[in-house]
């Protein structure tokens, strides 16, 4: 007996115009819908969280172009097989066959001899690559590699992305419409989706084979009650990754040491990429805790570049002593904060020019212009400070940095407040 594909599997969409989110790229006259309908189709780097469309994209993309397509997944494919599919390609190429496609999922695994077997075949055109990450590609792909493909960066699937997935398996599946599920409430399926498209799907053919005889009907609570009764283990490959390390951050922001350590285990047990955890520190370091405690942001470097020096298992300890202090520590998210106010002001405001008295002054003409003629330079004066504008006039006493109500930025708020008087409210 034939056994029936998962929801997720039977709903993978042919074409484009199947294809749900992601409009930035592919909406209409978006640049990858262009460079797909124009077959002028780059290298490229699909980088973004599970359950997106990644790899359908990729399939998508090869039957649109009517292109060989060949897959490799990074897990267990290595410098051989992309020798093969590299030779393959030259063959097609002298035959005056289409330039094949060579998808690569989780490109991110591969070693840098493996990317660096693709470099060659990548410059000559023998193939267009397409590779997939969840993993910025900045840190995983070879810079040779990289700046010789497009990144395009898919998003989390939003609330109006989901209900149509929904939609469509309740009106399309074969399987779904035999049972004649309808769902009264859909909160529930959204939330554990955490806008991964495929968990989504993966959540709901579960739920709707748990439903009991004669009963259509799914609510919040009888999803919240099976996917509890049958929640995953950790598997760093898997759809928890994402759960467990949102965890991790939550319980270092909270301020619980015994819970940060405990799903830092869990990574570790897992066979997590500890360079992946130790990244994410530095983030957290600034992003939370911030000038709250300093050494926090200094603690996390070291143990990053300690991280890549000692190796494993040893680093396990490193990363536990950084993971306890980062909980311990205060924090204050106010550097986050103002970074976020600034960026939606300048979005607001526009480029607004640079005060004469700020601008650089290299040629005669400039300083003709009066570029920097009345600027002060702060260590000439008493306390190494002098009261002058830095900000645009239109912006003039705009404050973005809040310092936060812990004792070190308080040092701070009553050092910027001697200085500035009332002008940024300190």
């Known amino acids: 007996m034939a056994t029936t594909p998962p929801l997720a599997e039977r709903m993978r969409p042919e074409n484009i115009n199947d294809y749900v989110g992601q409009y930035h790229l592919l909406g209409p006259d978006a640049v990858l819908r262009r460079s797909i309908e124009s077959n002028n189709l780059p290298s490229m780097i699909l980088w973004g969280p599970p359950g997106v469309g990644k790899t359908t994209l990729a399939y998508i993309i090869s039957k649109r172009l009517n292109r060989?397509?060949?897959?490799?997944?990074?897990?267990?494919?290595?410098?051989?097989?992309?020798?093969?599919?590299?030779?393959?390609?030259?063959?097609?190429?002298?035959?005056?066959?289409?330039?094949?496609?060579?998808?690569?999922?989780?490109?991110?695994?591969?070693?840098?001899?493996?990317?660096?077997?693709?470099?060659?075949?990548?410059?000559?055109?023998?193939?267009?690559?397409?590779?997939?990450?969840?993993?910025?590609?900045?840190?995983?792909?070879?810079?040779?590699?990289?700046?010789?493909?497009?990144?395009?960066?898919?998003?989390?699937?939003?609330?109006?992305?989901?209900?149509?997935?929904?939609?469509?398996?309740?009106?399309?599946?074969?399987?779904?419409?035999?049972?004649?599920?309808?769902?009264?409430?859909?909160?529930?399926?959204?939330?554990?989706?955490?806008?991964?498209?495929?968990?989504?799907?993966?959540?709901?053919?579960?739920?709707?084979?748990?439903?009991?005889?004669?009963?259509?009907?799914?609510?919040?609570?009888?999803?919240?009650?099976?996917?509890?009764?049958?929640?995953?283990?950790?598997?760093?490959?898997?759809?928890?990754?994402?759960?467990?390390?949102?965890?991790?951050i939550k319980s270092i922001r909270g301020s619980d040491p015994n819970a940060a350590v405990y799903w830092l285990a869990r990574m570790i047990e897992g066979g997590e990429d500890p360079s992946f955890i130790a990244r994410r520190l530095l983030i957290l370091a600034s992003e939370d805790i911030g000038n709250a405690n300093p050494n926090a942001l200094l603690l996390a470097?070291?143990?990053?570049?300690?991280?890549?020096?000692?190796?494993?298992?040893?680093?396990?300890?490193?990363?536990?002593?950084?993971?306890?202090?980062?909980a311990s520590s205060v924090k204050s998210n106010a550097a986050y904060e103002a970074i976020n106010k600034a960026q939606a002001l300048v979005k607001q405001t526009g480029d607004l020019s640079v005060p004469l008295h700020l601008r650089n002054a290299p040629t005669k003409l400039m300083k003709n212009l009066n570029y920097g003629k009345e600027y002060k330079y702060a260590h000439a004066y008493d306390g190494n400070f002098v009261e002058q504008e830095f900000m645009p006039k239109e912006l003039r006493g705009q404050q973005l940095y809040d310092p936060g109500k812990n004792p070190s930025e308080q040092k701070l708020r009553e050092h910027l407040r001697k200085l500035w008087k009332d002008k940024y409210g300190y």
């Open 301 to 326: 470097n070291n143990c990053f570049q300690a991280v890549n020096v000692i190796g494993w298992p040893e680093s396990r300890i490193i990363l536990s002593q950084t993971v306890t202090y980062m």
């Open 68 to 248: 060989p397509f060949f897959n490799l997944s990074a897990i267990n494919a290595g410098v051989k097989d992309v020798r093969e599919v590299i030779e393959q390609a030259n063959l097609s190429k002298a035959m005056f066959q289409d330039q094949p496609i060579l998808f690569i999922d989780e490109i991110h695994r591969f070693s840098k001899s493996q990317q660096d077997s693709l470099l060659s075949a990548v410059e000559r055109g023998l193939v267009t690559l397409i590779g997939a990450t969840t993993e910025n590609p900045s840190f995983e792909v070879i810079s040779a590699l990289l700046s010789r493909c497009q990144v395009y960066t898919l998003k989390p699937l939003d609330e109006s992305d989901l209900v149509t997935l929904l939609q469509k398996a309740l009106a399309n599946d074969p399987v779904l419409k035999e049972k004649k599920i309808i769902i009264d409430e859909h909160e529930a399926l959204l939330r554990i989706s955490g806008g991964d498209g495929r968990k989504l799907l993966n959540v709901l053919e579960l739920v709707s084979n748990a439903l009991p005889e004669g009963n259509h009907h799914i609510n919040n609570e009888f999803v919240l009650k099976q996917v509890q009764q049958n929640m995953a283990l950790y598997d760093k490959a898997g759809e928890q990754h994402y759960d467990i390390i949102s965890a991790f």
